[in-house]
């Protein structure tokens, strides 16, 4: 996985809607060459679904990140378990009978609520929680007009304007502009769910730092700077000055190196490295919400 390779993930991420030739005018190749690599993410199971659902406003939560630490002696039901949650969307493994988990909670007390169900989780030792700094869109009442849009949408996301439009009755104009106004308005996401353990090696590494000498911004900043290609995104910690980011490398040589240019920077104070195994991702109240919202007007 490249540079070019990452950026399309990153795009789709943001908007899997977006054209080839959008991304092609942003890496400097042709249409052509974007396409061909996204067949193939999609072909090897790098890119694995596309999905559309609500934004954390939408469903007026936030977002918090759980280390899930076990005894080792949880049975093959204990993912199924937690991804159950209606709050859960994303359960990953770590090396060391570690999970990450991501999950939707609503207040204080639906805080409080997860970490109770965590804690009391069979084979479970240690549970971390951090609320997170995410983007949280906006909730948005939408029309008619909007509800036809998205129900087509949630049957496949990429689907071409003009195919809605026919089965609508809209015209493919209309239908375009309809879905660039959810998304200007953040009323929606249109995103997609990739694997990025088969794109290569993925190393979420944990940094803390004095907040008294550095700041956030110069954290991001060094490492956009200093691995452009590995660095994907940060997971921020809304409590503590940590963060977790997320690498993807070819060898776990590269991943020693990270690890110790990062712990070089001036005022990081703890930096811990946590190696991916495989990941599962769940549909959570963002996801539910909307569908219940959509099969409301038949």
């Known amino acids: ?17 977006t054209t080839f030739q959008e991304m092609a005018t942003k890496n400097g190749v042709s249409a052509n060459a974007i396409k061909k690599r996204f067949n193939k993410m999609l072909s090897t199971g790098v890119i694995e679904n596309f999905y559309v659902e609500l934004p954390l406003a939408g469903v007026d939560a936030e977002m918090l990140m759980a280390l899930i630490t076990t005894d080792g002696n949880e049975d093959e039901k204990f993912v199924e378990v937690m991804g159950n949650h209606p709050m859960i969307s994303y359960i990953g493994k770590l ?26 989780l069979s084979s479970v030792t240690n549970v971390e929680i951090h609320p997170l700094l995410y983007w949280r869109g906006n909730k948005v009442e939408f029309t008619n ?5 998205l129900k087509c949408l949630i049957e496949d ?11 609508t009755g809209l015209t493919s104009r209309m239908v375009s502009k309809t879905i660039n106004e959810l998304m200007e308005k953040g009323g929606v996401i249109l995103g997609i769910i990739w694997n990025p353990n088969l794109g290569g090696i993925v190393a979420m590494i944990r940094i803390s730092w004095l907040e008294q000498k550095t700041n956030l911004k110069e954290i991001i900043s060094f490492l956009q700077n200093n691995f452009p290609e590995e660095y994907f995104a940060p997971m921020i910690s809304a409590t503590s000055p940590v963060l977790f980011a997320t690498f993807i490398v070819n060898d776990l040589k590269v991943v020693q190196t990270i690890s110790s240019e990062i712990k070089k920077f001036q005022h ?16 959570d109240i963002k996801t539910t919400k909307l569908k219940e919202l959509l099969n409301s007007i038949g």
């Not at 009978?97 to 009391?120: A, I, K, P």
């Not at 007009?145 to 849009?149: A, G, N, P, T």
């Open 95 to 120: 090396a060391g009978g570690m999970y990450n988990v991501f999950s939707c909670f609503q207040g204080t007390t639906g805080l409080s609520e997860m970490g109770t169900f965590f804690r009391n």
């Open 145 to 149: 007009l909007q509800k036809k849009v």
């Open 268 to 283: 990081v104070t703890n930096v811990i490295t946590y190696l991916g195994e495989p990941s599962r991702v769940f549909p």
């Open 1 to 17: 996985m490249d540079s070019i390779d990452k950026n399309i993930l990153l795009d789709l991420h943001v908007n899997c809607r």
């Open 157 to 167: 996301p990429r689907r071409a304007a003009s195919e809605i439009a026919k089965q």
